[in-house]
């Protein structure tokens, strides 16, 4: 099966509705539909709206985060049914601010990649080491615990995608070297089943400077984007890179 290259934007806690000319801007850009797919992830609150925004071009909409219950007295959480309600493919889940920030563990970052794909939406369910792990050697140990805990069993490449972030490049402007990149990559290919299949992103300071290398190398599938996918310009650039 293909891989097709994803290019990700995360926009964390950040856009207000005049946010939402970025996806003209982008369009405009020239790198929408260029062979690989573009996705951004805004807030909760600009889902439905940049579903709006996006909908004459070919750019997909997903949620930061859902709640792993389709519905419930769960205050101030969204569900992946919503999501999808409000036009949404695509949803993020365990990125580490949420494993940290919320305390979220493998087997609730599994319960939610469940409920994304029950919703009809993919999940793309994040793993990486800290700066500790890594320098105490122990970066696969970690990386291969998360991916046995949070992804599905029965999931195939077609239900998920996997965002390779190790914590410490993650809005630190550090990104891990190339070669540290492409073992991490083939690495986790080599640990979910039918591995060839999995796209695998990588995340991490990605923007235009580091763009090209980063997503030449083998097993990199596409990248998750924070910082620079909130402007249209460097999200292009790094999206034309691809
Ligand atoms: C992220 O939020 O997933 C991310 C990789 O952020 P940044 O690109 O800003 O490091």
């Known amino acids: 099966m293909p891989r097709t290259p994803l290019i990700a934007g995360n926009w964390k806690m ?3 509705t005049d946010a939402l000319g970025f996806f003209d801007a982008l369009a405009a850009s020239g790198a929408v539909s260029r062979g690989c797919e573009l ?5 909760a609150t600009l889902v439905a709206a940049a579903v709006h925004a996006a909908r004459s071009h070919d750019i997909r909409i997903g949620g930061q985060d859902c709640h792993a219950e389709s519905s419930g007295a769960h205050t101030g959480d969204i569900s992946a049914a919503m999501l999808r ?3 949404a493919d695509y949803v993020i889940v365990g990125h580490s601010e949420r494993r940290a920030d919320h305390g979220e563990t493998d087997d609730i970052v599994r319960a939610k990649a469940e409920a994304a794909r029950g919703a009809g ?3 793309i369910i994040c793993v990486g080491e800290t700066l500790a792990d890594r320098e105490s050697g ?3 140990d970690v990386v291969g615990r998360q991916l046995a805990g949070s992804i599905p069993s029965g999931f195939g490449p077609a239900h998920y995608v996997i965002a390779y972030e190790p914590v410490w490049a993650i809005g630190t402007g550090r990104t891990a070297s190339a070669d540290d990149i492409a073992a991490m990559h083939a690495f986790i ?3 979910v089943p039918d591995g060839e ?3 695998i992103l990588y995340g991490g300071s990605v923007k235009p400077e580091n763009a090209r290398e980063i997503l030449a190398l083998d097993d990199v599938d596409g ?3 924070g910082g620079a996918s909130l402007k249209a310009e460097s999200f292009a650039a790094i999206a034309v890179s691809a």
């Open 223 to 225: 990248a998750l984007v």
């Open 121 to 123: 939406l993919t999940p």
């Open 14 to 16: 950040h856009g207000l």
């Open 138 to 140: 122990q970066e696969e």
């Open 189 to 191: 290919r080599s640990q």
């Open 85 to 87: 309600d409000a036009g």
């Open 197 to 199: 299949g999995v796209r």
């Open 39 to 43: 996705l951004v992830c805004p807030p």
